[in-house]
């Protein structure tokens, strides 16, 4: 599905089967199987980049909304982790720039689930963005941080971001 964009010859025809394609993507971006949720977050940042920064900033929203949830499932926070790392690094450098801030901000955020829902995002980035090195001068003091959380499930994704800056 995240190819749809590049088989058109304006990607803009394809805002009216949005209603169609969201939904199958949003679906599968929450599926319990890792593989799944990888595809459709893959899909859902090359269909953002396809359609252009608004339609990203209301995919932006919704994956943002099941970040922000309390009682959200593991499956959940680790989709919605995923689909925002696809979409802020999909659209090149200046972008990247501008949602990292956003992403560092809430990884420091008062509410424990959020930091943690933000700091999942810095576990996808490596895979997502092809210069993720030129920021990790800026990255590598929040994940640290994080090691040092008085909440466990914070401690664990710092730990898993820190492993992952290692490899």
Not at 57 to 77: T, Y
Not at 105 to 118: D, F, S
Not at 133 to 141: G, T
Request: aromatic share 6%; net charge neutral.
């Amino acid at each position: 599905m995240g190819n749809i964009c590049s088989l058109t010859q304006d990607p803009q025809d394809l805002l009216p089967y949005m209603s169609i394609l969201i939904p199958a993507i949003k679906t599968s971006l929450f599926d319990a199987i890792p593989e799944i949720r990888a595809s459709a977050a893959k899909a859902l940042g090359r269909l953002s980049k396809g359609l252009g920064t608004v339609q990203l900033i209301e995919m932006l929203g919704w994956v943002s909304e099941h970040m922000d949830l309390k009682d959200a499932q593991s499956a959940e926070k680790s989709g919605a982790a995923q689909g925002y790392a696809e979409m802020i690094s999909s659209h090149g450098k200046e972008l990247f720039e501008r949602y990292i801030i956003i992403v560092i901000q809430n990884a420091k955020h008062a509410k424990a689930h959020i930091r943690e829902a933000y700091r999942g995002v810095l576990v996808f980035l490596p895979g997502c963005f092809d210069r993720y090195v030129d920021y990790l001068a800026m990255l590598v003091p929040v994940m640290i941080e994080g090691l040092a959380d008085e909440v466990d499930e914070v401690r664990k994704v710092s730990m898993r971001n820190v492993k992952i800056c290692i490899k």
